[in-house]
């Protein structure tokens, strides 16, 4: 795929550029993640949108260094404000961690330490990068709780993680992100064990701590309304490859690949009532034998003989607005 820059005016602060991740296993190797390239500025929502397995997380721990190695091998250039995340060695990227990229993840049972309180979980990341003392950390702890919406705070604090509800979990993720002010949080499908109501008020909450702390936000998520309500840039994801990407109102304006297309017809509109959802027929190819030329081609009802041959180079669409199809002006 040809390299597009994709780098808006404003300064930079994340570039990925041809990010690839495979995964050596006994019954062959599996590719996660092909010639991934995008940018995130400062201060910018970028989210990405695709199936459950077409790599989004994998994209996530690439760029914090949190593959298993082995069995995963990781190629290309992942630049964060300018410094190069390849290069680095695991002691310093355990301060790149927290301290300038923060990362809530999916089930927050699995990320938080279920033998410490929370207040513990929150205080330590303060303590450990900005040397904050026992004292002022729990001070903090306790104003970040508040802020993020959580009741008693200082009681809560020396709560354990299964004595408060999911979303009340996920707060505390919010508030262990923002206890360091990282410019760039990694939000992996923070939503997905949450009801349709407390998923809102998440979302909500969200919005508004990125606007208050002024941080850049790489949101993943499988639903496209769902990033939607959050990201500016959405990029969509299929099989392991970005097949596009553009600015929030374009792409649902004028969607141009046929997997963004299909996403958006198999999956209900606000205010939508009755009717028939399209589902994509056919399922997503093997990532240890992937399809030659485009991957989608075997489910796309528009596909051509170079579909099948070809991988699609990106077109430019419009100034944010990149695909890889070869159908796009035809």
């Known amino acids: 795929m040809t390299d597009v820059d994709l780098s808006l005016p404003r300064e930079t602060l ?27 500025c400062r201060g910018e929502t970028f989210g990405l949108v695709g199936e459950s397995g077409s790599g989004k997380s994998v994209t996530a721990l690439s760029i914090m260094r949190l593959n298993p190695s082995p069995p995963a091998v990781t190629s290309g250039q992942i630049l964060f404000d300018g410094e190069n995340l390849g290069t680095k060695t695991e002691r310093e990227m355990q301060f790149v961690r927290g301290r300038r990229i923060a990362m809530i993840f999916q089930e927050p049972m699995t990320s938080l330490n279920p033998t410490l309180t929370i ?22 702890g306790v104003e970040l709780l508040s802020l993020v919406g959580i009741p008693s705070a200082s009681e809560r604090m020396d709560s354990y993680p299964h004595e408060l509800s999911g979303g009340m979990r996920q707060r505390v993720m919010i508030a262990m992100a923002l206890s360091c002010s990282p410019p760039l949080l990694i939000a992996d499908e923070p939503t997905t064990a949450l ?24 949101y993943i998520s499988h639903n496209l309304y769902v990033v939607a309500q959050v990201c500016e840039q959405i990029g969509v994801m299929y099989a392991a490859r970005i097949v596009e990407m553009a600015g929030k109102e374009s792409l649902f304006s004028a969607p141009r690949h046929p997997y963004t297309i299909g996403l958006m017809n198999s999956m209900p509109r606000r205010g939508q009532r009755g009717g028939e959802l399209k589902s994509i027929k056919g399922t997503v190819c093997s990532l240890i034998e992937p399809s030659e030329g485009c991957r989608f081609h075997p489910r796309c009802p528009k596909a051509r003989d170079v579909c099948r041959r070809e991988i699609p180079a990106w077109d430019q ?14």
């Open 14 to 40: 994340l570039k990925v550029d041809n990010l690839t991740a495979r995964f050596i296993m006994k019954r062959g190797t599996l590719t996660a993640v092909e010639g991934s390239s995008f940018s995130i």
């Open 195 to 218: 009801d349709v109501t407390v998923q809102a008020q998440f979302l909500n909450l969200l919005r508004e701590m990125i606007r208050k702390f002024r941080m850049a936000l790489f």
């Open 119 to 140: 207040g513990r979980q929150i205080a330590e990341g303060m303590c450990h990068h900005l040397g904050t003392e026992k004292s002022a950390a729990r001070a903090r």
């Open 317 to 330: 669409i419009s100034e944010k607005h990149f695909v890889a199809c070869h159908l796009v002006g035809k």
